[in-house]
């Protein structure tokens, strides 16, 4: 509804213009050891103490070269914790924000974006002189990406999947395949933070080629943080 939209519109504002503040205790750098990072009783609340506690006495351990993942429902404190182990780090680390339909660790991180590299799906398209309605495209495709009519054959751009699969079936080479824009990657810097993020054009379904495009951005080499 029109007030929800507002509602949430200034609590965005709210936090955007909001000043941040990481309390330093004893100003004592950091230090790896036995190649392991760890959290310690980590409790963390909005509005500097005075707001909802998202998580409260958090501990976690991750080791070198192990792959953790968090789960949550909505709201539980997922991006919050992510983006902030970003910033306790004393060592350049990459995030990459794969929430493509709604990306909101830009809000905490507050990268300075300088490159976007687009992003394409393969959609099919039919050169009617060569097309002999078989139907073979249709029946291959599993999400009903294609119809074939009496005199023509439809495609759903929205439904296609980017597979090529009904190229390579249809018997008279009819189908070429053509780049469509779904999105994009944005990628910037944070402080030490190499920072990156996927987006989905709106109204376009197909969230996977936008989130394999930002996960491309993933250095094996150094710590990766993936929200």
């Known amino acids: 509804s029109y007030n929800r939209v507002t509602g949430d519109a200034k609590e965005m504002t709210d936090i955007l213009e909001s ?6 205790h004893g100003n004592q750098p950091l230090a790896v050891k036995a190649g392991q990072i760890k959290l310690k009783n980590v409790t963390f609340t909005h509005d500097e103490g005075e707001g909802a506690t998202l998580f409260n006495d958090f501990s ?22 992510a983006t902030n182990f970003a910033r306790a780090a004393d060592a350049p680390v990459r995030f990459i924000d ?16 300088t490159y976007a590299q687009p992003v394409q799906k393969l959609v099919p398209r039919i050169d009617a002189e060569r097309c ?33 699969g009904c190229a390579l ?18 990628s910037g810097q944070a402080g030490i933070i190499e920072f990156a993020q996927g987006r989905l054009t709106v109204g376009e379904a197909m969230a996977g080629p936008v989130i394999r495009a930002a996960k491309s951005k993933i250095d094996r080499g150094k ?4 929200d």
């Open 60 to 81: 976690m351990t991750v080791h070198s070269g192990e792959k953790i993942g968090l789960v949550g429902s909505s709201g539980s404190g997922k991006t919050t914790l």
């Open 132 to 164: 002999t309605l078989c139907g073979k495209c249709a029946e291959f495709c599993a999400y009903h990406a294609l119809a074939v009519l009496p005199k023509t054959t439809l495609v759903f751009d929205a439904l296609c999947h980017g597979c090529g």
């Open 169 to 186: 079936v249809c018997p008279e080479q009819a189908i070429a395949e053509v780049g469509i824009a779904v999105g994009v990657v944005e």
């Open 98 to 113: 794969c929430d493509v339909e709604e990306p909101n660790a830009h809000l905490f991180l507050r990268p300075v974006i």
């Open 19 to 24: 000043d941040t503040h990481i309390t330093n």
């Open 223 to 226: 710590l990766t943080i993936l």
